[in-house]
């Protein structure tokens, strides 16, 4: 019995056997199962790093709100130093020459430092800074010139140049050892310049406050929180601090979160390759920023516990499913495959086997069941057994006349494949026919466009034949204008030669006048050489001169009227001038269009060509498909013929068949009436 259920199971794929059914069925609550976990895992994950995120991002604004706090109370608290009009007058030297009035002073604002740094446990110390008088400091320094040790530094340059804002540093100060102190006794430096005088008030701030703010955020391992100041010092939880090889300040999402509008912000980055939740709060009234990094490791690493249960549970379920599929569908399978055995022998023809089922469910009902179907089955073989031996004379008869359909219906095949060729052959040349025709119907659609292309282009040209006629008549119009434009250049050229020698007759009579000039000063020399009466005769001469002198002057005046005629003259001749040079610039540009116009006219008539080209050629092909038509038609004609011929085939075939349909009737009720013995026997079942 073994052998043969492993044999009968090894005949049944492994999906569709029962056993397996039933373990995937009892698995499926168990995948609702997993889904449920996977949900809820999915969604506590969730609310958990929400949560987180949303605390974290509380902390590090309460943390921004206690650092506001506490500089603005540093500010408050010590802003007097820089309205006292003691110390004012003190830094503009008002006191210098009362020394102790000065000294005084001195010892009374150190003691007051002093006691602030002691009692106020926001500050380490306080610097009254100048170099015009000596600066009042919490600590022992004794370097002159204060105020510009800091003003050199990159910090102090910033805030030496802005009297009425306050500038917060970190500790990273070269002018530190000139101030007496060192980076590791502060976390921030406040910074602001007096109004009228040359001179600032620094205020260390206290190293324990920042330090405790910053330590207030649990980061997890891997995890970074910074205070960063506006000249990109890092200040970091464990006192520390950097300006080169930060953590913050070169990234690109501190960077946008620098240039951002918003206060406050979160998102995940990925920095070193590792995925982390970076916070920031911005210190708006102090250009300050606080910035966290939290590893995403950390975050998740609260939701472990819950991952871990529920993967427990869901592989817990999982067994437990499968155990029980597995014990319930052992039970089924012995059973059916006990079953399926005793109907195996039935199958074989042994009706004395009976099943005998032990279970007290719905398999033994099955099994009685089948014993009585046994039975019955038996009775009724017994009775089929005697019909059959009728049935079979009716079948020889049947045999007979079948053998006789079949020859005859051989003929109707032939037949009717003679008419599936002819109906096939007129098919094809059907469909050959209505292609020729889409053809051609195609083409003459292209004939119909071509034409109308060809009437578009005499359109067109027609237009440019126009604007060439057009550009034309311009430019001869502004030929005309040419013409008389130069004549007029060519006058006043003609007036300005007559002036020309009007200059030059004038010039040889102050040419003359000049011979008799000089002339008249050599007598003039030689009279004036001799006493007396030669004054006389150099009287004359003097005479003569003057009135050559007045020539030259009437023969300059003439040279300038002159002058002034040639200069209007030339004016004139410019004036022309430029005309002829717009009406130039216009039969240019009247000829470059007449000669777009012609090559548009040529493009339009290579188009044209192009256009009848194609009429000609589709013409051709409306004659080839009008002769491939007719030959399509001619062929269907011959097909019909066949056709034709077919079917009086096909009638004189079934004539011969209707005389074995005559006997197939007789035989058909002999065999109408075994059938009906047949049912009455198996009218006891019910089906």
Known sequence: MNKKKRRSDANIPIFQQLRFRLIVFFLIPALCIIILGVVSYQRASNAIITSYETSASQTINMMNQYMSLAIDTVRTSYKSYLNEDDLTKYFQGIYDNDSETRTNMN??????????????????NMYLI??????????????????????????????????????????????????GTDSSKYALRLVRGYNKVKAMMIVDINKDIVVNTLSSIETGENGYTAFITMDGTEFYPDGSSATSGTIFT???????????????????????????????SSLTTHNAMICTLIPRATI????????WLTIIIVIAAVLIATVLGSILSGHINKNIYQIFTQLQKVAS??????????????????????????????????????????????????????????????DIQEAIAEIESGVSNLDENS??????????????????????????????????????????????????????????????????????????????????????TSLLSLNASIEAARAGEAGRGFAVVAEQIR?????????????????????????DVV???????????????????????????????????????????????????KDATLNAVESISSVSEQTAAGSSNVNRTVSAQQDEIATLDVAAENLRKKAEELSELLQQFTI
């Open 130 to 179: 100048s170099d015009s008088e000596p600066s009042i400091t919490s600590t022992s320094t004794k370097t002159e010139m204060l105020y510009s040790a800091y003003a050199d530094t990159p910090s102090g340059a910033m805030a030496k140049d802005d009297k009425y804002n306050y500038y917060l540093f970190g500790n990273q100060s070269s002018a530190d050892e000139a101030l």
């Open 250 to 280: 070169e990234t690109d999402f501190y960077k946008n979160a620098l240039a951002s509008e918003e206060e406050h912000g979160r998102e995940y980055v990925t920095w070193q390759g590792d995925s982390y939740l970076f916070l920031y």
């Open 431 to 516: 469909a050959d026919c209505m292609t020729q025709m889409d053809t051609l119907s195609g083409r003459i659609g292209s004939v119909t466009t071509s034409a109308e292309e060809i009437s578009l282009l005499t359109d067109s040209t027609s237009a440019s034949i126009e604007e060439g006629i057009s550009s034309m008549q311009n430019l001869t119009e502004s030929a005309k204008k040419t013409s008389q434009i130069t004549g007029n250049v060519i006058s006043a050229i003609e007036l300005l030669s007559e002036k020309s020698r009007s200059i030059g007759q004038i010039i040889e009579s102050i040419n003359h006048i000049a011979d008799e």
């Open 547 to 571: 009135v050559l002198a007045e020539q030259s002057a009437a023969s300059a005046g003439q040279i300038q009227n002159i002058i002034d005629d040639i200069v209007n003259n030339t004016e």
């Open 300 to 307: 998740i690493a609260q939701v472990a516990e819950i991952k």
């Open 107 to 124: 010892k009374t604002y150190t003691k007051e430092l002093n006691g602030n740094v002691n009692t106020d446990a926001l500050i380490s």
């Open 575 to 625: 004036r022309i001038a430029k005309e002829a040079e717009t009406t130039v610039s216009s039969q240019e540009e009247a000829m470059q269009q007449t000669a777009d116009s012609f090559r548009d006219m040529d493009t339009q008539i290579q188009s044209l060509m192009t256009s009848l080209s194609n009429i000609t050629q589709n013409v051709e092909n409306m004659e080839q498909a």
């Open 349 to 410: 023809g042994d009706l004395t086997s009976r099943l005998n089922i032990k279970a007290k469910d719905e398999f033994k009902l099955l099994a009685e069941g089948v014993n009585v179907m046994i039975i019955n089955m038996k009775h009724l073989i017994t009775n089929v057994t005697a019909a059959s031996n009728a049935l079979t004379e009716s079948a020889v008869q049947v045999s007979s006349s079948a053998e006789t359909f079949v020859e005859t219906s051989k």
